[in-house]
């Protein structure tokens, strides 16, 4: 659990770390459920896993919601001498799959904040719109059953004997 601040908003997230390992793969599935958020991470030093990047795709759109936001990780950003998959690349299959990318390190910090605020503002603003959306429906919903309610009173006013409900 930790606690961010975007645009003065505090936000209390939950992170769960599965590290891509096959023995989490099932009950990862079942986060994937609940998730607003994914970050999709790969080793810049290992085609390997950067492979692999295609495989977690597919099950993030088969059993996360639909709408589920996703940022592209290259991780180990610090070991440059050891790179196997160049920031093109990565870039490139982000682009292909909607998402926004990032090179971290985190061993030298480099862009772990700033991927995680880019992550919460992405869930944020989805959810804006679907309460913005909910807010539209409830509004317009209360106008019908308004104009009903006004429909079934009869006319004059109120204290008038007359009951025609014509």
Not at 16 to 32: F, H, L, M, V
Not at 33 to 61: N, P, T
Not at 75 to 90: C, I, T, Y
Not at 100 to 106: C, H, L, V
Request: proline residues 2%; charged residues 30%; glycine residues 6%.
């Amino acid at each position: 659990m930790k606690t961010i601040e975007v645009d003065g908003i505090k936000v209390r997230i939950q992170i769960w770390d599965t590290a891509g390992q096959e023995r989490y793969q099932t009950i990862t599935k079942q986060y994937y459920r609940r998730a607003q958020g994914i970050f999709l991470v790969y080793d810049i030093s290992s085609e390997r896993s950067y492979q692999h990047i295609m495989k977690w795709v597919s099950d993030v759109d088969e059993y996360a919601p639909e709408g589920v936001q996703k940022i592209l990780i290259g991780n180990k950003a610090d070991e440059e001498q050891k790179r196997q998959v160049g920031r093109e690349q990565g870039q490139q299959l982000a682009k292909e799959y909607g998402m926004d990318f990032y090179e971290t390190s985190a061993c030298t910090n480099l862009n772990i904040k700033e991927s995680f605020t880019r992550l919460t503002e992405l869930v944020l603003q989805a959810h804006r719109k679907e309460l913005d959306g909910l807010r539209t429906h409830a509004s317009n919903e209360l106008a019908l059953a308004e104009l009903e309610e006004d429909e079934g009173k009869p006319e004059g006013p109120a204290d008038s004997p007359k009951t025609c409900w014509c």
